[in-house]
């Protein structure tokens, strides 16, 4: 059982930056793939970033190219999503996810769940 909380949500202006922490229970967390997705009013929960149990593969949602970075330190058991140059259509709850499997952009094919962090990017 992996418990996952997120943190590092809030209200910045468009251009700005956030960086949200997602921090783990249990002691396997260094065996789980980690992802990022999120959901904005009245839309389907998207794909955002994963990244692989080594921390040595990345990827990303096309919109978020060049602008998101997702990094874990797996000796703190957390993973991050550093978000710069926000744009107001990246306003949106974000989930942090954890997958058994290889590392997946699949929603269904992660395990674990947090609770989700508002983030809110003002025009």
């Known amino acids: 059982q992996v418990q996952l909380v997120e943190s590092g949500g809030g209200l910045v202006q468009a251009g700005g930056s956030l960086r949200l922490s997602c921090t783990a229970s249990g002691r396997t967390f260094s065996s789980y793939a980690m992802g990022w997705f999120r959901q904005a009013p009245g839309k389907e929960r998207e794909f955002v970033a994963a990244?692989?149990?080594?921390?040595?593969?990345?990827y990303y949602e096309d919109s978020v190219k060049g602008r998101f970075t997702i990094s874990r330190d797996n000796a703190k058991i957390t993973v991050y999503l550093q978000m710069n140059s926000l744009k107001p259509e990246d306003t949106a709850v974000y989930y942090c996810?954890?997958?058994?499997?290889?590392?997946?952009?699949?929603?269904?094919?992660?395990?674990?769940w947090g609770q989700g962090t508002q983030v809110t990017v003002s025009s």
């Open positions: 990244i692989s149990w080594s921390g040595g593969t990345t």
């Open positions: 996810a954890a997958s058994i499997k290889a590392m997946t952009t699949m929603r269904n094919e992660y395990d674990y």
